[in-house]
């Protein structure tokens, strides 16, 4: 099923994103795996998780992200030391050559750095991983990039034609404004033209001794 959520993320989520992400580190494991992890918890895309760790949550968590790195690195010791009691195959690796063999036939003395190859093999995956995981989150960081770009286009435009809005505004006001005293001056106009032509009604007294109204322009 493919994953499509997009609504934002809370303060649980981001929790578990980086509980999730510590506790990866201290195993040994890989942020991959806690971004495939949570991801499948909260219906997200890895890619999704690894750019919220690496844009919003990774430095809220600097010391609690050291912390775990020394307790891998002290399990990492601790597994060492049982493989050599144990008398485990180990790879020695020296600065101009390199030898396979047990610690049971290794007459040589050289002052170099052993590990074995099972911690090898563990590291080379561990950062084939982190390559995926770096090239997913590169990925992610360019199309939210891309994003932004757009975003900031449509504003620019947006802002353009409040502009252009504003100025019709006023032109339309201005307009209103002289048609309200073109309309003001024509009832001035109406009010004394209709005050000129008007006259005072006459009356007469007829032989009842009643008044009646004289018609205007007769004798």
Sequence with gaps: MTK???DAWSHEDDLLLAETVLRHIREGSTQLNAFEEVGDKLNRTSAACGF??????????????????RQRKEKKRAMEKTRKVNRSPVITFQQNYETVHTEENNSSETTSST???ETVIQFLNQLKKD????????????QAQKENAMLREQITKL??????TKRELVTIQEDYKVFVQIMDRA?????????????APAFRMDKNGNLEQIAQGSN
Aim: aromatic share 10%; net charge positive; hydrophobic share 35%.
């Design 4 to 6: 499509v959520r997009q």
């Design 131 to 142: 390559y995926y995981a770096s090239n997913q989150s590169k990925v992610s960081l360019d």
């Design 52 to 69: 919220r760790w690496n844009a919003e949550i990774r430095k809220k968590y600097i010391n609690a992200i050291d912390l775990a790195k």
């Design 115 to 117: 590990i074995t190859l």
């Design 187 to 199: 009832r001035k106009m109406t009010v004394l033209e209709d005050q000129g032509s008007f006259k």
């Design 159 to 164: 802002e353009k034609e409040l502009s252009d």
